[in-house]
């Protein structure tokens, strides 16, 4: 690997890890009932200095870092093109990464002028945790990728793709949680209201209860395909993902009861939110490292 491709994917790392503050910071923004501290957008009070203050300080602090994210990324799709300027598959991610970032802001910004519609709400959601992604496949794309041949790969790559997919579903479910207010729709844990099997008739009932039901299915296929790379492969980074997997996931199901128990404080739920979003991460990393391609310097067979 060259010195500008090594500083490309250092850059790209501090995008990924400015980006999982950005995802904290909204999840605040909202726990804090800040949402709506600056009532305008794109200026907050007519003003991009507000007094920051209250909620304003976390609603316009959340804008001001989503603004640095933009700039953020946008060098390092310049670097990433001068450190591999034959890459297309490269480039085309940056700007698709771009692009997604302007409609994320404009998404952001409806949620404020529009005052908060539950879908808008949910889609920033699910945007912030796409760009994520995107985010992480640019980073392993321009690495050096799997370094062990075929064996253990193909369980690898099941891990990442498998558990990056359902903690993406279940994200975004539990975003309609929390937007359609269901977050203690059942109020005691690990029970619902005192039974295993809540009367589902209720709307917000239905929608928290399949969160926990599918939240906790998601552990256990993580947790499952995790065993299998932890028995069939020696490769130590893919070793080291699936752990880090299994470990991230159980807390995070974890932090879902406590935000429960706690009448959804504010640090548990962002917590919550932050964890997936580090969950996800770990799985789109393990299934991009583990992704068929040719080999550095291997000639692509006719
Ligand atoms: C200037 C642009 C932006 C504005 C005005 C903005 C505004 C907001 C607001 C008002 C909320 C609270 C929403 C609610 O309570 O329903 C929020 C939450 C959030 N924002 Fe942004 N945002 C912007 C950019 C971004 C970017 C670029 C990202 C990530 C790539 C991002 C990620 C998030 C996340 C993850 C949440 C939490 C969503 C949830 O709780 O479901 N935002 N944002
Ligand atoms: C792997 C499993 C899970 C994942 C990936 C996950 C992910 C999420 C995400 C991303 C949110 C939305 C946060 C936001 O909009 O910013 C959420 C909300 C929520 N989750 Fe989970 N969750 C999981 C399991 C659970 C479990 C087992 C519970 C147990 C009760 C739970 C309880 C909640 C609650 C109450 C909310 C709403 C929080 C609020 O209203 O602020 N989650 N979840």
Not at 67 to 88: M, T
Not at 140 to 167: F, H, K, Q, Y
Not at 189 to 199: A, I, K
Not at 208 to 221: D, S
Request: glycine fraction near 8%; hydrophobic fraction near 55%; charge should be positive.
């Amino acid at each position: 690997m060259t010195g500008t491709s090594r500083t490309a994917r250092r850059l790209l790392f501090f995008v990924l890890l400015w980006t999982l503050a950005l995802l904290l910071l909204g999840s605040v923004v909202h726990a804090t009932n800040s949402s709506l501290a600056c009532p305008d957008w794109p200026t907050c009070f007519g003003s991009m200095m507000p007094e920051m203050t209250g909620g304003v300080f976390w609603e316009h602090l959340h804008r001001l870092w989503a603004g640095a994210l933009v700039l953020l990324f946008a060098a390092a799709v310049v670097v990433v093109k001068r450190a591999h300027p034959e890459r297309q598959d490269l480039f085309r991610l940056g700007v698709v990464g771009l692009a997604l970032l302007v409609v994320q802001s404009l998404l952001g910004g409806a949620t404020v002028l529009y005052q908060l519609p539950d879908a808008v709400s949910t889609s920033h959601l699910a945007m912030a945790f796409a760009f994520l992604v995107l985010v992480v496949a640019m980073r392993e794309r321009a690495g050096p990728g799997w370094p062990a041949g075929e064996r253990g790969r193909r369980a690898t790559r099941r891990l990442g793709v498998a558990g990056g997919s359902l903690v993406f579903l279940q994200s975004v479910g539990g975003a309609v949680v929390r937007h359609t207010d269901a977050g203690v729709a059942c109020p005691d844990v690990p029970l619902c209201l005192g039974r295993l099997v809540p009367p589902l008739e209720y709307p917000l009932v239905l929608i928290h209860f399949q969160h926990r039901v599918l939240g906790v299915l998601v552990v256990v296929v993580v947790l499952w395909h995790a065993a299998r790379v932890l028995a069939r492969v020696q490769e130590p980074v893919a070793r080291r993902l699936a752990t880090a997997m299994a470990v991230v996931v159980v807390a995070q199901m974890l932090l879902g009861f406590v935000s429960v128990a706690q009448r959804l404080g504010a640090p548990w739920v962002s917590a919550h939110t932050l964890l997936a979003a580090v969950v996800l991460a770990l799985a789109a990393t393990t299934a991009e490292r583990a992704r068929a391609r040719p080999q550095l310097g291997e000639v692509p067979a006719p």
